[in-house]
């Protein structure tokens, strides 16, 4: 009875805590355009771009209030003890068994997403002029999605069973071993084999902008291994850059909306703050953070590995190790929130170094913050956020507070001249 309250406590009070906290975060807009913005953003589109906000977030609370009740019914009337009595009735190994409960949960999971996923991408994204995905790549999508979700899942899920099934007490520790290593093998190969799978990745054609590029990854001692262009246009107008991988599959992309919308010293710049991340050794201390929270994940983990207080809140008439890892999810939820708040308040952090590296390297401030202010209007951000939006959600400092912070830098470097 004491877990049954704790997690109906954790779900209700995670949908209210997104609740509150969204609602402050639109009546914090501000009807007044920035100065800052002033030239980049009309009346017009600076009001769509808070409406683009508004409509986000009433579909937020629809689905939160849709999932919510739909998740604590299929607690409270024993939904999955009848799918763990399915997938026994097989008499199959507890592995196997394992994968059937968990193929089942995930795949009902993604088959009640996909109408919140058809709306926001074909109403409000299109509504808003950024859709550009075509019913043919949405359903593809999806198919890839779950076809990289069984392999990859499918793997990891088996490898933390048998661990836990075969090793004893110390099963926590191999498991965290396994999938750390299974996660870096993953970086290693994401950039050559998993990501083409969705998008088109060409190298950066012979021109200015790559001229430019590898002249100042040449000043920096960079040794490009490949700048490549994303075909990001296939499913949306936004745009973005970022770096991924490491060694002889490390990749600096640019989506092919970016490039047409930016200069070539916007683009440098942009290009610059990702090597920033790289130089600043931002993508390392990931890894490692990650690699410390998955550690403790399965340490606290191992404490609840077949509770029978645990499961009889979920209504279940065995234990398992399985069923162990879905219910162990519902308790770490809050460990997660407080973890993900310092995760975002350190990745906030690498932003604004990543910007300082960019505009003391590249030393065209202005051009930095122009990329920033398009980037900004094109995706229609909210310029205003609420602080505790921020500190909840936020992996990016808002684009006003980089601003600043890149002019207070500018000004110090004038001084020293």
Known sequence: MVFL???LAILIGDYLLNLIVDIQNVRYLRTDLPEE??????????????????????????????????????????GFNLIDQFARSFHLSAILTGLIFAGILVFASQILSIPFSIYRTFVIEEKYGFNKTTPKTFVLDIVKTWVLAAVIGGILFS???????????????YCWIAVTLFQVFLIFIAPVVIMPIFNKFVPLEDGELKSAIEGYAKGQDFKLKGVFTM????????????????????RIVLFDTLIEKHTKDELVSVLAHEMGHY???????????????????FFILSIFINNRELFAAFRMEHTSIYASLFFFGFLYVPIDMILSVFGNMLSRRHEYEADDYAVTTYRKPQSMIAALKK???????????????????YSHPPVLERIKAIRRLQRVNNDMV
């Open 159 to 173: 490898g933390v069973l048998w661990f836990f099934e075969e090793t004893g007490p110390l099963a926590w520790v």
């Open 231 to 250: 075909d990001g246009s296939r499913r949306s107008t936004k745009s973005n850059a970022f770096f991924t991988g490491f060694g002889r599959f490390r």
């Open 5 to 7: 309250v704790i997690i």
């Open 279 to 297: 130089k600043k050794r931002h993508v390392l201390k990931s890894i490692v953070i990650s690699i410390l929270t998955t550690g403790l994940m």
């Open 375 to 393: 980037l900004s209007v094109d995706n229609l951000s909210n310029l205003t956020p609420h602080p505790f939006k921020v500190i909840l959600t």
């Open 37 to 78: 913005f002033s030239g980049y953003y009309d009346r017009e589109k600076y009001r769509k771009s808070q409406e683009y906000l508004k409509e986000n977030t009433r579909f937020g609370f629809v689905t939160d209030s849709i999932t919510t009740p739909v998740t604590i019914g299929f607690i409270l009337f024993g």
